[in-house]
């Protein structure tokens, strides 16, 4: 898992998202995934998106969709990157696809 500390900073901001968002790392820092279907077994609602740029990366919902983590999963390493989470609405807007 890389940069545990976009987490942190998340839900130092939105205190309300720190349970969500402590259970995905603690659940994706023991896991191994070798695709997209593995991933989904566990976080059934967990989307792959193509960004503005060609990155793919692949989104999940936290705390009943209040969130969006957004992360890059690198399936051959087994490395998690945490590129941004948000709230549903800045999510919404799909500006975070040009930045990545």
């Known amino acids: 898992m890389i940069k ?8 130092e901001k939105h205190p309300r998202a720190k349970a969500g968002l402590m259970m995905w790392y603690q659940i994706t820092n023991t896991a191994k995934w070798s695709s997209l279907s593995d ?15 060609g990155r793919r990366v692949v989104i999940f919902n936290i705390a009943g969709n209040k969130y969006r983590l957004i992360t890059a999963i690198h399936y051959n390493t087994g490395i998690v990157y945490t590129l941004m989470v948000l709230t549903h609405s800045e999510y919404s807007r799909n500006q975070w696809k040009q930045k990545l």
């Open 39 to 53: 991933i989904r077994r566990t976080f059934s609602h967990a989307d792959p998106v193509t960004t503005e740029s």
């Open 4 to 11: 545990k500390s976009v987490l942190k900073e998340f839900w």
